[in-house]
Every structure is written in C-alpha cells, then in structure tokens.
C-alpha cells in the first residue's frame, strides 16, 4: 500500500504564491513521473504539471512561466510552486504518483482559492 499526504493550501490574494507538496509513503519500491492536476468547479479535471524521474519537466500553457514543479527523491515528496496566481487558478489540487509494480495513485486534494 502506498498513500499521497498533500498539504500547502489555502487563500491567496491574486498575484500572490502558495506552495503544494505531496509527500509519498509506505511500501514505495519506486516513484516514476509525479505530476499535479487541477479540477475547478464544473470543469474536468486538467493536468497542471508533470516531472518525470529524470527530472523532465511538462507544463499546461495556462501555468508555463508562473508554476514551477519539483521533486525530492530522497523524501519522495513532489512539490508545485505557484506565483503570480490568478483567480482562475482556484481549484482543487491533486498529485499524482506513478509507482513502480502499483501504478499510478492519487492525492485526496487540497483546495487553492485565488481572491481577486
């Protein structure tokens, strides 16, 4: 069993930052691509983010230049660095692990609400 504890959260006025992280426990043989996702009310769920092992970056056009995704091995914990948010970043957070031998799992969320 593997779990995802995301924390970071929470109000922000708009061009201000927030930082998520997602930390990764239990039995973790090893961690391939982590990524994070967004869901807005009403709207799908959309990738945000995504590093690979190797440290290989990806990021939506809405967040390119603004969010900054990173990784610490050592800690299996992904982290989302975000500035300059905007109101239409507000949504529900998730991370997203891809673990050898048990496949891809997901955070429980946290919610990220950017106040105009």
């Known amino acids: 069993q593997v779990q995802l504890v995301e924390s970071g959260g929470g109000l922000v006025q708009a061009g201000g930052s927030l930082r998520l992280s997602c930390a990764a426990s239990g039995s973790i043989y090893s961690i391939n691509a982590m990524g994070w996702y967004r869901q807005a009310p009403g709207n799908q769920r959309e990738l945000v983010a995504t590093i690979t092992s190797g440290g290989s970056t990806n990021y939506a056009v809405s967040v390119k230049g603004r969010f900054t995704i990173s990784r610490d091995n050592a800690k299996n914990t992904v982290y989302l660095q975000m500035n300059s948010l905007k109101p239409e970043d507000t949504a529900v957070y998730y991370c997203?692990?891809?673990?050898?031998?048990?496949?891809?799992?997901w955070g429980q969320g946290t919610q990220v609400t950017v106040s105009s």
């Open positions: 997203n692990v891809y673990f050898a031998r048990v496949g891809s799992s």
